[in-house]
């Protein structure tokens, strides 16, 4: 049997040409000048030696190819700690604002309870990954994300209580990340809103600032807000974070002298972009991503990342980074099939065949 190996874009391609030597029975009927050609066809016409040589070929066959797919992929998939980290831009630390108790932020927790958490109950529980990661939960799961929200302005949530910088670093060890986003939330409350303040004090004491990148998150009403910019870049902040949760319209005229601030500090606007099935519906309008373009258009300058990729409104969402270099997709929450689509789109700036990549796309 004559194997054959061909290259083809670094992936060995294997061929097999079985070749049978004639049976002592086939070169009986045969004449010695009968050619040799004529005489392998001879023995292929029986059935009884067809079956025979299949049966001693085909395992033998993929019993090879197995060995060499399987070592192939074994080659592929060890990690041999040479390759690059990844940094994850979209990350929170345990939340606790209005009455709730202020939570320790160093504490590690024998196991991180995730706000959308199945393996609690079962650990063997699956998800599907091809669709917006919250719809594999009920409606029981979403009321229980939505109560555990009001629990952190509230009396405090056991979840958020577990996440904390050692959970965080222990899990990002787990996957291969080297560096993570951290993203406050200023809601806009009278008192207990200084999650910025918190968690950016919180990473200088854990010693970890070589892993935490310290993102601010300023209110678009708050009457300092400019000053807050200010500060918080100064504190080291590289990234604002704004969300639906605000209540306003990123393409507003109020917008403006906040957007006018962020480009000159050079500081990144990371959004809450599109309707993710779990706010209130109260607050679906300010998410639309039609909603972002007049800002985008307005500010060339200043980088925009719309979280989620606009979340259920994807379909909205892309075509602002195909048409803009100021706007990059936040990966998060969206399915294997979105992503690809994702890695298809053509850069704006780009030559026709160029693609989003990896250089638009946050994970």
Not at 78 to 105: M, Q, W, Y
Not at 149 to 161: D, P, Q
Not at 326 to 331: D, K, P, T
Request: hydrophobic fraction near 45%; aromatic fraction near 10%.
């Amino acid at each position: 049997m004559e194997l054959h190996i061909v290259k083809s874009v670094g992936l060995r391609v294997v061929s097999f040409s079985p070749f049978f030597y004639r049976s002592s029975r086939a070169a009986q009927v045969t004449s010695s000048n009968t050619p040799v050609s004529d005489n392998v066809a001879t023995v292929w016409r029986s059935q009884q030696n067809f079956l025979l040589a299949a049966a001693f070929v085909m395992p033998l066959t993929f019993s090879v190819w197995q060995a060499l797919l399987n070592n192939f992929v074994i080659e592929r998939a060890v990690f041999t700690g040479a390759e690059p980290k990844a940094i994850d831009a979209h990350c929170h630390f345990g939340r606790s604002t209005l009455f709730a108790p202020e939570l320790d932020l160093h504490r590690s927790s024998p196991r991180v309870q995730h706000l959308l958490d199945c393996d609690e109950a079962d650990p063997d529980c699956e998800l599907d990954l091809d669709v917006y990661i919250n719809r594999n939960f009920d409606e029981e799961a979403l009321a229980d994300l939505r109560w555990g929200v009001a629990s952190s302005m509230l009396w405090g949530s056991t979840a958020e209580e577990t996440h904390t910088i050692p959970n965080l670093l222990a899990e990002m060890d787990a996957t291969g990340v080297e560096q993570a986003v951290i993203l406050p939330i200023a809601f806009g409350l009278p008192f207990g809103d200084d999650l910025t303040e918190r968690w950016m004090e919180a990473i200088v004491q854990s010693g970890n600032t070589d892993h935490f990148i310290p993102a601010a998150s300023v209110h678009p009403r708050d009457s300092n807000r400019i000053e807050k910019l200010r500060r918080f870049s100064a504190a080291g902040a590289r990234v604002v974070k704004l969300h639906t949760m605000q209540r306003f319209y990123p393409d507003g005229d109020d917008m403006t002298e906040y957007y006018r601030e962020c480009e000159r500090l050079n500081l990144v606007l990371f959004f809450h972009c599109g309707r993710a099935g779990i706010e209130p519906e109260s607050m679906h309008r300010y998410a639309l991503p039609r909603h972002f373009e007049a800002a985008i258009r307005a500010f060339p300058k200043l980088q925009f990342v719309l979280g989620h990729s606009g979340a259920r409104d994807v379909a909205q969402a892309i075509p602002l980074a195909e048409r803009y270099d100021n706007v990059w997709l936040g990966a998060s929450c969206q399915g294997v099939t979105m992503l690809n689509e994702m890695l298809d789109v053509p850069v704006a700036s780009a030559c026709s065949t160029a693609r989003t990549g990896l250089s638009t796309i946050l994970l």
